[in-house]
C-alpha cells in the first residue's frame, strides 16, 4: 500500500507583536518541508524527497521561519499536523534555541507538556489518569520564549512513521 505525501499539510501560524507603525510591523515567511528518512550504506540517516511512502517510511517535517519585517516578533507558535495515517515518533521533535514543544490529543484544541494525560474511565466507573501514547499525538506546537528579531530565523521539525 503506497500513500503520497503532498503539500496539502495545513499548518498554522500565529503571531502576535506590539508595534504602533504598521510599515515596520514583523512579517513571518516559512515553508514545511516534508522528507523520508532513508538509511546509506554507511548507516547513516540521508533525507530524501518525500513523493512516495510506503508503511513503516520515516518522514521528518521541517517549518523553517524568518522575520522579514523591521520590528521583532512576540508571541510566535508554530503548528505541525501529525497527518492521518501516520503516527508521531516519540522524543523525535527539535527546534531552535528558545522554542519548546507542546502536544495535542484532541485535534489542536488543547497543547500541553509532555509527558500528555488524559482522564479514562475505567470499567468500575471511576475516573483514571492515563498518560497519551504516541500515536494519540494529533498536533504540536512550538512556542517561542524570546522575541525573533527582524531577520531572525526559528527551526523546527518532527518525525512520523508512515502506517
Excluded at 61 to 84: D, F, H, M
Excluded at 86 to 93: A, G, H, M, P
Amino acid at each position: 500500500m503506497k500513500a503520497v505525501i503532498k503539500s496539502v499539510i495545513v499548518f498554522s501560524l500565529f503571531l502576535s507583536a506590539s508595534t504602533c507603525v504598521f510599515a515596520q510591523a514583523p512579517a513571518l515567511e516559512g515553508n514545511m518541508e516534508a522528507s523520508k528518512i532513508v538509511t546509506d550504506e554507511k548507516n547513516n540517516e540521508v533525507a530524501v524527497p518525500a513523493d512516495k511512502v510506503v508503511p513503516n517510511d520515516v518522514v521528518e517535517y521541517r517549518l523553517r521561519y524568518r522575520n522579514t519585517g523591521k520590528s521583532s516578533a512576540s508571541g510566535v507558535e508554530l503548528i505541525g499536523p501529525v497527518p492521518q495515517g501516520t503516527v508521531y515518533i516519540d522524543k523525535s521533535v527539535s527546534g531552535s534555541r528558545g522554542v519548546t514543544a507542546l502536544f495535542s490529543i484532541d485535534g489542536g484544541k488543547a497543547y500541553h507538556l509532555p509527558p500528555v494525560t488524559y482522564v479514562f474511565l475505567n470499567e468500575d466507573g471511576k475516573e483514571e489518569k492515563r498518560e497519551a501514547t504516541s500515536d494519540m499525538i494529533t498536533h504540536i506546537k512550538w512556542r517561542m520564549s524570546e522575541e525573533l528579531e527582524a531577520a531572525g530565523i526559528v527551526t523546527t521539525s518532527y518525525r512520523v512513521r508512515v502506517e
